[in-house]
């Protein structure tokens, strides 16, 4: 995993959990349970609940880091932070509620240990960034006027060696180098900047010339692919 761009993950996600408010609505959504359970006949607790759980369900699914490419969706995965925000939170609380249904005392045990998950990762996330920072580790800057792509070496290569990727690299390589002589870019004007370990990802900055003609033949070939 590329340590700057952990930096960046790590960031991009209490950033977003602070502009969403995700931890207080789901410490909302806790304290709506336990006033259910000690008031089981007032009716607006259960309905606070309701319409906290409607809110929460509608931040989740239009949560920005649903929508992140594959390469950041994999960092969220491999530190278990897909679990505590999005989609990914969603089908947790889902799953609370539905496999619990008539136990409010089960809902609210899983919920607040969920709570104490979201709160402690959150909090371990900004200080890994604070101390990554300290050994001058940040949040890679890209020059103005392009863009990162990442590309995903096939699984199936040895990739304990630069040797075993070496095919797939000059493949990158050349592809590049024709797409930027097509976009009307110098020879060589996309550069390797990143290697990732690991599921082995190649990261290129490319203008944003190369990289509109690249994503454009990507979408041609997809759709090519799922006609067939």
Known sequence: MDAGRLVQVLSDVVAEAAAQGLISTTG????????????????TH????????????TSLANYPSNSWP??????????????IVGIGLRKRIDGIITANRLLRTDVLQQLQALHA??????????????????????????????AEVAFLLPGTIDTTTLRGAEKELHFIDQLLAGLSELSGEQSGSAKLIGLSSGSLL???????????????????????????
């Open 28 to 43: 909302q959504l806790v304290t709506a349970v336990q006033n259910m359970i000690n008031q089981p006949t007032n009716q």
């Open 202 to 228: 190649v990261y290129i900055y490319a203008s944003y010339k190369v990289t509109d003609l690249l994503l454009k033949i990507v979408e041609r070939v997809l759709g090519i692919w799922q006609k067939t």
């Open 117 to 146: 998950e979201q709160q402690k990762k959150i909090i371990d996330a900004t200080q890994l960034v604070s101390q990554l920072g300290a050994f001058g580790i940040d949040q890679p800057k890209l020059p103005q006027g392009g």
């Open 46 to 57: 259960e309905q606070t609940f309701k319409n906290l759980l409607a809110q929460l369900d």
């Open 70 to 83: 594959p390469t950041r969706r994999q960092i969220l995965d491999q530190t278990g932070l897909s679990q």
